[in-house]
């Protein structure tokens, strides 16, 4: 089976791609990897994909999206980064491989990921859901099971498709939703990439949902997942091999959810600490922290929140600032600027 597996990030998150790509590399050396990034080199920064374990890199801008400066200035660093998912699985279908995987870029493989594979010969659509099985304590009922049912059943850290039948169907339905309502707005039914599949179950056939508790762990199942390492070195969950690890929010506050529900389960942090040695050892020097190209205003100033959704919600602002990161006179910010006062 021909496979593409991607991963869409910035630069401030290159050193966690970077040690995905070198585990993907080590399992999976036929796969073709692509880096899909929405974002450009910091200023003295000398990038060259052709030293990355991936084989290419797709920028968001190439994509074809329809006045792209424009949208993209009506998403924040999240929004972007997982809205492009969708037109990049759209234009993969096309390219004539078999099989496309996504992965978050703060995944890590431990193991091969051939049982995907084998699930995708019979189904269409792979997804992982945040919880496999119920949580008994209150505090992870409210830490877990009401996030899950804010942000979404299932985790979108991990997508696999075929690129055909309802893989492609999917492929083009959820291309379409992420390029207009990829938005942070739990209050009215959105979160980013995610709360859409929550209707893929519902909307396609030979959509399988993969039970097996070795695939996107993480801080919101441990309370349900035991880790343990064998004699031999081989990391199990719940007596399933460990498949890949979703090393979510890398400082303190993963930390803190990993400690709570962790507990003594020490090999836990045994997997957490090898991670950030990777990590340690993949960071580039050169890149200012929180770096995203599209994160300020010509001039250098920090694009506010406020002003992001007030321009992708007024066609006419879209119109009357067509070029709206542009600083100045006459530009989106001074005019933005004028109403807040």
């Known amino acids: 089976m021909k496979v593409v597996c991607y991963s869409s990030f910035t630069f401030s998150y290159l050193d966690r791609a970077r040690v995905l790509y070198r585990t993907l590399r080590s399992f999976h050396p036929d796969w073709e990897l692509v880096a899909l990034i929405t974002d450009e080199p910091p200023p003295g920064f000398a990038f060259d994909p052709a030293e990355e374990d991936f084989d290419r890199v797709a920028w968001a801008r190439d994509l074809g999206i329809q006045n792209f400066e424009s949208w993209i200035f009506g998403h924040d660093v999240i929004e972007a980064c997982t809205a492009v998912k969708g037109p990049f699985i759209q234009q993969a279908c096309a390219s004539g491989v078999d099989a496309v995987i996504y992965l978050d870029p703060d995944t890590a493989l431990l193991a091969p990921l051939d049982p995907l594979l084998e699930l995708l010969e019979a189904h269409d659509i792979l997804l992982t859901p945040h919880l496999l099985d119920p949580n008994d304590d209150l505090l992870a009922i409210l830490d877990n099971d009401l996030s899950a049912s804010k942000t979404g059943i299932f985790n979108l ?70 880790v343990e390492v064998g004699k031999n070195g081989a990391i199990t969950v719940n007596g399933s091999p460990l498949r890949f690890w979703h090393f979510t929010k890398l400082g303190p506050k993963g930390d803190v959810m990993t400690k709570r529900y962790a507990g003594d389960n020490f090999h836990v942090f045994e997997i957490w600490n090898w991670y950030r040695r990777q990590v340690a050892a993949a960071t580039p020097a050169g890149i200012p922290e929180g770096w995203w190209a599209y994160g300020q205003f010509q001039d250098g100033a920090p694009i506010p929140k406020a002003a992001r959704v007030l321009y992708r919600e007024r066609p006419d602002l879209q119109a009357a600032f067509p070029q709206p990161f542009a600083s100045g006179e006459g530009a989106f910010q001074a005019w933005f600027r004028e109403q807040d006062r």
């Open 157 to 226: 850290g991990f997508v696999a498709i075929r690129t055909s039948g309802e893989g492609a169907r999917f492929a083009r339905w959820w291309a379409d939703r992420l390029l207009r309502f990829c938005h942070d707005d739990i209050p009215n039914g959105l979160f980013v990439d995610q709360r859409w599949c929550d209707h893929v179950p519902a909307l396609f056939d030979k959509v399988k949902v993969v039970r097996d508790p070795g695939y996107n762990v993480a801080s919101w199942n441990l309370s349900r997942r035991k």
